[in-house]
Every structure is written in structure tokens, then in C-alpha cells.
């Protein structure tokens, strides 16, 4: 069983920085894309960034391009979204996702099969 444990969240003004983790396990994820999603109050939960496991090959939202980076560490089995440069419209729970693929990055929540329980992340103005 696939397990996604997110950490990392909190409160920092604007301009600031968050690093987001991902701790994956249950399973070999070099053939998995993971995916980072996030909802504000309100909103419709929305496509951040992915990152295919195996080669380490990228897609990004455009609203978080350029500050936004995802990453991930094979021998930890975790997967990180730095944040830089924080607006408070990026204000939302932040959730970590996956699933396996065959090489293409998904940018819709419905593609992926396993999500974490996600992490609140908060930028004052």
C-alpha cells in the first residue's frame, strides 16, 4: 500500500520561502510521476508541479514557475517542493500525490491514485 506523508507546511509572510517534503513508501517509485496539488478556501484543487521519479524530468504550473521547484531524493524515498518568493494567493493546503506511469507527467488530480493527507501553508501579506 502506497503511504504519502507531507511536512513542511506553515505561516511565512510574502517574499518568503517553504520547503514542502513528500516521505513515500509501500512501493519501488522509479516508475511512478509524483505530483504536487493545492486547494485554497474556496477554490478548485489545482495542478502545482510534477516530477517523473525515474529521471528526474519536470512540468509546472505556470502561476509557479520560476518559484517554484520540485525535486526528489531516491535514497530517501521523498519528494520536495521548494518555494521561494511566496504571494499570499499561494496560500492553500499543499498535497503530495502519485502514480504510476510510463513516463508523462499528469497535470489533472483525477490521473493520479494516491494522495497524502496534505499540509497547510500560509503567506501573510
Known amino acids: 500500500q502506497v503511504q504519502l506523508v507531507e511536512s513542511g507546511g506553515g505561516l511565512v509572510q510574502a517574499g518568503g520561502s517553504l520547503r514542502l517534503s513528500c516521505a513515500a513508501s509501500?512501493?519501488?517509485?522509479?516508475?511512478?510521476?509524483m505530483g504536487w496539488f493545492r486547494q485554497a478556501p474556496g477554490k478548485e484543487r489545482e495542478f502545482v508541479a510534477a516530477i517523473l521519479w525515474s529521471d528526474g524530468s519536470t512540468n509546472y504550473a505556470d502561476s509557479v514557475k520560476g518559484r517554484f521547484t520540485i525535486s526528489r531524493d531516491n535514497a530517501k524515498n521523498t519528494v520536495y517542493l521548494q518555494m521561494n518568493s511566496l504571494k499570499p494567493d499561494d496560500t492553500a493546503v499543499y498535497t503530495c500525490a502519485a502514480v504510476r506511469t510510463t513516463g508523462w507527467l499528469p497535470e489533472r488530480g483525477w490521473e493520479y491514485n494516491y494522495w497524502g493527507q496534505g499540509t497547510q501553508v500560509t503567506v501573510s501579506s
Open positions: 509501500g512501493r519501488t517509485f522509479s516508475s511512478y510521476t
